[in-house]
């Protein structure tokens, strides 16, 4: 839902957005602004979306890519080697406050590799 608001604000800015999905179903669509064109990759997993998204990148060349969640985020900076938008921006949605929260105060939280990865600076 937030990509979907996000979008919207995107599109009344007066920029021209595409929202891809791997697939468009859901009670999220209803709020996807008109203005706002929806692509459908039509794929039955994230994981099978690379191919199509990379030729949606080279096709269109956005300026900018935004990604959320961790799977899609993999296959956004795999499809951004073929693609080559200017800018992407990947975020992680994660309950960093818990883990800390939960973790003794002695030990820090463990933080996967692609964890790590994500944390560092995209050029």
């Not at 891809?20 to 669509?29: E, K, Q, S, W």
């Not at 191919?51 to 499809?79: C, G, H, I, K, Y």
């Not at 590799?113 to 050029?123: E, G, S, T």
Request: proline residues 7%.
């Amino acid at each position: 839902m937030v990509f979907a608001i996000l979008s919207g604000s995107f599109a009344r800015r007066g920029h021209r957005v595409s929202l891809v999905l791997d697939n468009a179903d859901g009670p999220n669509l209803a709020y996807v602004s008109p203005a706002v064109r929806v692509v459908d990759l039509k794929a039955p997993r994230i994981r099978y979306a690379l191919f199509r998204l990379a030729s949606f990148l080279r096709r269109e060349r956005p300026d900018v890519l935004l990604s959320a969640m961790d799977m899609t985020n993999v296959v956004v900076l795999a499809a951004r080697l073929a693609g080559r938008p200017k800018r992407v921006v990947v975020s992680i949605r994660d309950l960093w406050s818990i883990r800390l929260a939960k973790a003794p105060t002695w030990q820090e939280p463990s933080v996967s590799p692609y964890d790590r990865a994500c944390l560092r600076p995209m050029m």
